[in-house]
T-cell receptor, first 112, second 114 residues
Framework: GQSLEQPSEVTAVEGAIVQINCTYQTSGFYGLSWYQQHDGGAPTFLSYNGLDGLEETGRFSSFLSRSDSYGYLLLQELQMKDSASYFCAAPERYSSASKIIFGSGTRLSIRP | DTEVTQTPKHLVMGMTNKKSLKCEQHMGHRAMYWYKQKAKKPPELMFVYSYEKLSINESVPSRFSPECPNSSLLNLHLHALQPEDSALYLC?????????????FGAGTRLSVL
């Protein structure tokens, strides 16, 4: 099985940069995904890292280091609408299906 | 179209009621999922259907009964629920393939059990 740990809360200022970390322990690892969930909303997929290094998608970037069992989500030019919960997640394979394991989640609050 | 539609959005039920949650996707995804989410917690997997067959049951109590009538539809039948079952119930779908297994979520059904 897998477990993924994140800080529970992070606060940042509008326009700034924030990094949300995720450390994992796994018996089988394929890669790391990130999901965003606004209060009252559905989780939405942000990014996936299958290989070590940085993936960039607009203001969001995600990083993975397999040797350190560590990844992070980097949000730049923060906007108030970025206030949400962010989950790292890792896929697990079963004989006839696959699932994803979610991290504990980080609640990001943006201050003006 | 990357939409997963869930109905109803809100549901209030007594402990003796029987109700059903519905989920629909038209993305041709082969895998569909039910999750339960409590406030300030991550989604907790309940069931996985792959090619319309129940593939994973995360030891969910029998008062929750999933059903997959066809490749686009997923139901969750509820019976004799407890107040602690009050939560947001999320449906998701995906291609089901490793490694990414990107999941698309519906907006959820907010369930209150009285």
């Amino acid at each position: 099985g897998q477990s993924l740990e994140q800080p529970s809360e992070v606060t940042a200022v509008e326009g700034a940069i924030v990094q949300i970390n995720c450390t994992y322990q796994t018996s089988g690892f394929y890669g790391l995904s990130w999901y965003q969930q606004h209060d009252g909303g559905a989780p939405t997929f942000l990014s996936y890292n299958g290989l070590d290094g940085l993936e960039e998608t607009g203001r969001f970037s995600s990083f993975l280091s397999r040797s350190d069992s560590y990844g992070y989500l980097l949000l730049q030019e923060l906007q108030m609408k970025d206030s949400a919960s962010y989950f790292c997640a890792a896929p697990e394979r079963y004989s006839s299906a696959s699932k994803i394991i979610f991290g504990s989640g980080t609640r990001l609050s943006i201050r003006p | 179209d990357t939409e997963v539609t869930q109905t109803p959005k809100h549901l209030v039920m007594g402990m003796t009621n029987k109700k059903s949650l519905k989920c629909e996707q038209h993305m041709g995804h082969r895998a569909m999922y039910w999750y339960k989410q409590k406030a300030k917690k991550p989604p907790e997997l309940m069931f996985v259907y792959s090619y319309e067959k129940l593939s994973i049951n995360e030891s969910v109590p029998s008062r929750f009964s999933p059903e997959c009538p066809n490749s686009s539809l997923l139901n969750l039948h509820l019976h004799a629920l407890q107040p602690e079952d009050s939560a947001l119930y999320l449906c998701a779908s995906s291609q089901g393939s490793i490694p990414q297994n990107i999941q698309y979520f519906g907006a959820g059904t907010r369930l209150s059990v009285l």
